[in-house]
């Protein structure tokens, strides 16, 4: 496989890896211990657990932006 097309396929599966782990986390926090859903007033719980899914998916999109910024060698459409 050519080298350009080994360096894409490999930002393409960190990036879904690194997704993936990031809902699997927010998802395990905010369902399971219940800090994504309101029972009958916003707790100081709910508060820090949005806070944090706002600045992790923050600092996902800094990391997808950052992977992806830099030139991928040796691909080209040339036949």
């Not at 930002?11 to 800090?35: C, D, E, P």
């Amino acid at each position: 496989m050519e080298p350009g097309i080994k360096e894409f396929f490999k930002r393409l599966a960190t990036s879904i890896a690194i997704f993936i782990l990031w809902v699997a986390i927010n998802m395990t926090i905010g369902i399971k211990y219940k800090y994504a859903l309101f029972s009958d007033h916003i707790g100081i719980g709910n508060i820090i657990f949005y806070v944090w899914l706002i600045l992790s998916f923050i600092a996902l999109v800094i990391f997808y932006i950052k992977l992806w910024k830099k030139p991928i060698e040796n691909l080209h459409d040339d036949p």
